[in-house]
T-cell receptor
Framework: DARVTQTPRHKVTEMGQEVTMRCQPI?????VFWYRQTMMQGLELLAY????????DSGMPKDRFSAEMPDATLATLKIQPSEPRDSAVYFC?????????????FGPGTRLTVL | LAKTTQPISMDSYEGQEVNITCSHN???????ITWYQQFPSQGPRFIIQ???TKVTNEVASLFIPADRKSSTLSLPRVSLSDTAVYYC?????????????FGSGTRLQVQP
């Protein structure tokens, strides 16, 4: 049963520290999405890639967040420097990128706490 | 922008059929309607997708009227394990971000 994996599952850090979250999309999926979920804002799309190229990263605070896909099996989301307001659950999802009928498969998430 | 509107919460009892309606008055011609389910501490999970009329799978049915300005997710004979948040999304992959907006969702609580 193919699944999206995310590491770490939990991360506690102090304000100002760099945080890197990793995602392994389902093999063969060419679209990767990063979301952030908080009680106040719900699920927010941060960025997404197709064939490793960024298509939309308008949801990310540009000064501190960056997202990359070094290769087809790894997506990273980096926060530098982290702030308490970044505390949230970060989800990665992948899909086949089929126009009109794409389904997103979500990972278990990384719960980030910034003190 | 095809914004969606759903009830914030619903209550039901085990064994009942639950219908959750989503309004999307500004749906575009190419837009699909997709529903996801999210349990606490998990990522959303795809339930069903449709374009028009009715779609049924092993989990749920999706009813879409001719004008497509709304859709209804139907869960037959719910159980306690169906307690979750249900999201309606409207869009078309090539429209990018618009198709990836989850909204507030409907929190379904199933009682014994």
């Amino acid at each position: 049963d193919a699944r999206v994996t995310q590491t770490p599952r939990h991360k506690v850090t102090e304000m100002g520290q760099e945080v890197t979250m990793r995602c392994q999309p389902i093999l063969g999926h060419n679209t990767v999405f990063w979301y952030r979920q908080t009680m106040m804002q719900g699920l927010e799309l941060l960025a997404y890639f197709r064939n490793r190229a960024p298509l939309d990263d308008s949801g990310m605070p540009k000064d501190r967040f960056s997202a990359e896909m070094p290769d087809a099996t790894l997506a990273t989301l980096k926060i530098q420097p982290s702030e308490p307001r970044d505390s949230a659950v970060y989800f990665c999802a992948s899909g086949l990128g089929r126009t009109g009928t794409d389904t997103q498969y979500f990972g278990p998430g990384t719960r980030l706490t910034v003190l | 922008l095809a914004k969606t509107t759903q009830p914030i919460s619903m209550d039901s009892y085990e064994g009942q059929e639950v219908n959750i309606t989503c309004s999307h008055n500004n749906i575009a011609t190419n837009d699909y309607i997709t529903w996801y389910q999210q349990f606490p501490s998990q990522g959303p999970r795809f339930i069903i997708q449709g374009y028009k009329t009715k779609v049924t799978n092993e989990v749920a049915s999706l009813f879409i009227p001719a004008d497509r300005k709304s859709s209804t997710l139907s869960l037959p004979r719910v159980s306690l394990s169906d307690t979750a948040v249900y999201y309606c999304l409207v869009g078309f992959m090539d429209t990018g971000r618009r198709a990836l907006t989850f909204g507030s969702g409907t929190r379904l609580q199933v009682q014994p």
